[in-house]
């Protein structure tokens, strides 16, 4: 289809306002990677973190930390447990001036503590900075007494600094249900420019509030397109959610040296009328392609499973073309994508277009 130039120019101005005017936040040419104060917690990290999810290179992620970068996230669940030991190599003597946060699942007290020993030993630290309940959902999960009596007792121990959560789903609650209970210090939000308004509020809201704000998903995905060089999807929307109010770090997945160079490269740019081209353009590649979190289909699911854990698992293969990620993740989702697979009709309208069912198939390979 042909893109009029104006229209679209029209189009990404009325859908992305001036979010994207230079501003000051971006060191220019090769300084130093700029920080901000993550939130109460008082750490000062690069607003460019890493996300180690995926990354079996150790040298990929020496090359990022020895540029400047500050924040890592990683999980004892990523690759196996495997992940972890891989980011252990790499801040090996320089542990000092890093910000680590990894995951634990809740569960019993006796495995959360294997897990988070386990997360210091493949890491070869005493202590993390951050340790994240992984996978959040709701409010209920988030004011558990006896959860928090776990993570408080383990960082009276001093095996992690600040408790916190991610979440990929109902993230709205989830930010809402943080600031009021006042526990957890840090949210990993999975948070982009397709994302509704109400999750950027909800992010503003909660950093006001004093919460660290974390950002994962930021480039929803690793749908290439070369027809713009200059400048990648990526780095666009990597600009984008870092001039969002109340993001305090980005931590996009790296996997090499390249991904760290174009990442760093945006930061140290400025934001303009080329990333507002961009981002709409990337915006019509992913359509009804890679799910934007927005949780929508959990209210619309007459199962109340949604399509959101189907469609995320279909874009690790088919966008990420991480076809490991989506094995490994697909397990742990297992029966909501099952009850997708075999749901006899879907009645639900993905906001990004997404055929969900297609999607709950697609992902139904990387079950076994
Ligand atoms: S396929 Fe069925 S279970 Fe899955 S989101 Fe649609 S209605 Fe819900
Ligand atoms: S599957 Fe669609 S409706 Fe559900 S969270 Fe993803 S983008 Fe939103």
């Known amino acids: 289809m042909h893109i009029n130039k104006r229209d679209l120019l029209k189009g990404a101005a009325a ?59 990683t999980a004892d669940c990523y690759m196996g447990g495997r992940n972890e030991r891989i980011v252990g190599q790499a801040i090996s003597g320089i542990r000092d001036r890093l910000v680590i946060a990894t995951k634990v699942h809740i569960s019993g007290e006796a495995r959360m503590r294997s897990s988070v020993d386990r997360s210091l030993a493949s890491l070869g630290v005493d202590q993390v900075d951050i340790m994240q309940l992984h996978g959040m959902s709701s409010r209920n999960q988030i004011v558990r007494r006896d959860i928090q009596q ?78 713009w060089p200059e400048l990648t999807p990526h780095q666009a929307a990597l600009r984008f959610i870092l001039d969002k109010p109340g993001v305090h770090v980005a931590v996009p997945g790296m996997l090499s040296r390249g991904m760290v160079d174009e990442n760093l490269q945006a930061v140290s740019g400025k934001g303009g009328l080329t990333d507002l081209l961009r981002l709409e353009a990337y915006r019509g590649e992913l359509a009804g392609r890679a799910c934007s979190f927005c949780s929508r289909c959990l209210d619309q699911c007459r199962y109340g499973t949604g399509g959101l854990d189907a469609a995320r698992i279909a874009m690790y293969a088919d966008g990420y073309r991480d076809e490991r990620l989506a094995a490994e993740r697909g397990v742990q989702v297992a029966a909501a994508v099952r009850t997708c697979a075999d749901c006899p009709g879907c009645t639900v309208e993905c906001s990004q277009g997404i055929d969900i069912k297609a999607a709950a198939k697609r992902a139904s390979i990387f079950l076994a």
Request: charged share 20%.
């Open 15 to 73: 859908s992305l306002g001036a979010a994207l005017l230079p501003r000051k936040v971006f060191a220019s040419g090769s300084g130093p990677l700029p920080t901000r104060t993550l939130g109460r917690t008082g750490l000062e990290v690069s607003v460019l973190g890493y996300g180690a999810m995926q990354c079996s290179d150790a040298s990929a992620i020496r090359h990022g930390l020895d540029r400047g970068i500050s924040y890592i996230d």
């Open 150 to 227: 776990i993570m408080k007792s383990m960082k009276d121990e001093g095996k992690f600094r600040f408790a916190a959560v991610t979440t990929h789903s109902n993230q709205v609650q989830v930010l809402k249900a943080v600031v009021e209970d006042g526990f957890y210090d840090t949210v990993l939000v999975a948070v982009n420019f397709r994302s509704p308004p109400a999750l950027f509020e909800a992010i503003e809201e909660a950093a006001s509030a004093g919460v660290g704000i974390i950002a994962m998903k930021t480039q929803n995905g690793g749908y290439r397109d070369t027809s």
